[in-house]
């Protein structure tokens, strides 16, 4: 891993983000840690945003789901099989 915070990351540390990123349970430990602790600032700003878009989808569907909107209507659109 980059020795700086300001470095740019290498391929590798950039490879092992996302293996780390595609195990379960493992990737939200690392999302957290990431995001709020101090590290490489372009790892940090990666999971700040990460975190960010799953809040804002969580968000959305707990506001589309306050609504009654689901996906039964959508599925009633499709043709029969």
Do not use: K
Not at 16 to 32: D, E, G, K, Y
Not at 37 to 45: A, D, H, Y
Not at 53 to 71: D, E, H, N, P, R
């Amino acid at each position: 891993m980059s020795t700086s915070d300001d470095a740019p990351m290498t391929t590798m540390d950039w490879v092992l983000t996302h293996i780390l990123m595609a195990l379960p349970i493992v990737n939200l430990i690392f999302f957290v840690i990431w995001s709020v602790g101090s590290g490489n600032r372009s790892r940090v700003t990666y999971c700040r945003a990460q975190l960010l878009i799953v809040f804002m989808v969580l968000a959305m569907m707990a506001f589309l789901s306050l609504l009654g909107v689901g996906i039964a209507p959508l599925l009633e659109l499709l043709p029969p099989m």
